[in-house]
């Protein structure tokens, strides 16, 4: 009696992983990092981080995967089977995987009355091979039509520059810690990040059980790097989780409150601020409608967001927002603000940021601000002496993923400062 006839192609695990990120992402848009936390305990960290990178190749080339299988079909399969086929394409095409072990491990994934479409399909585009890439406009085909038609609005032919700075992994970039060495193999950036190449497991890294450094994309390190924090000065940081610029500002010598309403965010932050061995008080609340004792003499508020400058390091947000998403954001970031120049001592200064390419969520409140009785204060390109490209001639940061190509680009980041008149 034959026992091997149905045996599960090895891998199947991480691809079943790889599918349920998928279905969470795409069919009930949760966020990527969530659905991550949610696969099962029992699987093995290796089939977890590997599905992870199956995932995040699919949502990163979704377009260009789609149009792939598009001559092959001839009526939309249900999403079961569609995610199947996504991965086998992105196997066989983008990942390097061997076309038998792709192919196998897709038609076990499928539903049974798919296996067979999965099969013939996977085995035509394993035939094809690279070729069936050529000519296709994948920045274009991966970037959603919303997205593409507004960053053109806002940046005009560099759209096409941002897009292909999605088409890849990001690197793990570092935020260092006072005295800190860089570990082997980093480059340190001209902002002074440290920058190490995709894939890097920060929790091997010599330094990072001691609290040496944290992780912090370049780009998200420069709104606390423009307030330039005092020691002894009482900063409150709006939104604080994870607690990468909290723990900037806490290690400038300030007196950090960090403000943040999520009691799932709170209990990260707090377990990343103990790892650094960094004193601040924290408060959960809603920073919109808390009060603090006294004011501040500065506010780092980086605002909740469509976080459309993070697509490189989360290609799930590229599918998850929408358009209506844009304003319903730059909303709630106007309420933000007016809350913060409220916690303001007269004379004191706030740095806004969003990790959004959209200027509804960015130089938009620059106008805005000025009801609030906020002043714009205009950044010099002397303020960030190592990325003076990213001021731009109105005083403001703006940051987007094809600054830097030849490094690895950064995030989409904007940000201003204002003074509370007195």
Request: glycine residues 8%; neutral net charge.
């Amino acid at each position: 009696m034959n026992t091997t006839a149905h045996k599960p192609p090895p891998g199947l695990p991480t691809r079943k992983a790889a599918r349920d990120l998928l279905d969470a992402t795409l069919e009930q848009r949760r966020p990527l990092e969530e659905a991550l936390e949610g696969l099962p305990k029992r699987l093995d960290p290796r089939d977890r981080a590997a599905a992870h990178r199956i995932a995040a190749m699919v949502l990163r080339r979704l377009g260009s995967i789609d149009e792939v299988l598009s001559p092959f079909l001839r009526k939309e399969p249900p999403p079961p089977a569609r995610h199947a086929l996504r991965i086998g394409v992105a196997e066989l095409l983008m990942l390097d995987t061997p076309p038998h072990a792709a192919v196998a491990t897709a038609v076990a994934l499928a539903p049974k009355a798919f296996g067979g479409l999965v099969n013939a399909v996977l085995r035509k585009v394993a035939a094809e091979g690279l070729a069936v890439l050529e000519g296709l406009d994948a920045p274009r085909l991966d970037t959603p039509q919303w997205l593409w038609s507004a960053w053109h609005a806002a940046y005009g032919p560099a759209v096409r520059a941002i897009a292909e700075a999605h088409c890849g992994p990001a690197p793990l970039d570092l935020t260092p810690a006072p005295g800190a060495t860089p570990p082997e193999g980093a480059e340190v950036l001209p902002t002074g990040s440290w920058r190490l190449p995709a894939g890097t497991r920060v929790t091997d890294l010599p330094g990072f059980a001691e609290g040496g450094f944290w992780v912090q994309d370049a780009a998200a390190a420069l709104p606390a790097i423009l307030l330039k924090p005092q020691p002894g000065e009482r900063i409150a940081d709006l939104c604080a989780a994870p607690g990468g610029k909290t723990a900037q500002l806490a290690a400038a010598g300030a007196q950090v409150t960090a403000v943040e309403r999520d009691a799932h965010r709170v209990a990260r932050l707090r377990e990343n601020l103990a790892r650094l061995h960094l004193e601040v008080e924290v408060v959960q609340a809603d920073a919109a409608a808390w009060t603090p004792p006294e004011p501040f003499d500065a506010i780092l508020l980086d605002a909740p967001c469509t976080a459309t400058g993070t697509i490189r390091r989360h290609p799930d947000v590229a599918h998850a927002k929408r358009a209506r998403d844009v304003q319903a954001a730059a909303e709630a970031q106007s309420r933000l603000l007016a809350a913060a120049a409220r916690m303001l001592k007269p004379g004191g200064r706030i740095v806004f940021a969003t990790c959004s390419l959209q200027p509804e969520e960015g130089e938009a409140h620059i106008a805005r601000a000025a009801s609030l009785g906020l002043e714009h204060q205009p950044f010099a390109a002397a303020d960030l002496p190592g990325l003076p490209e990213a001021i731009t001639p109105g005083g403001w940061l703006r940051t987007r993923p094809d600054l830097w190509p030849e490094r690895g680009g950064m995030d989409g980041f904007f940000a201003a400062r204002f003074r509370r008149a007195a």
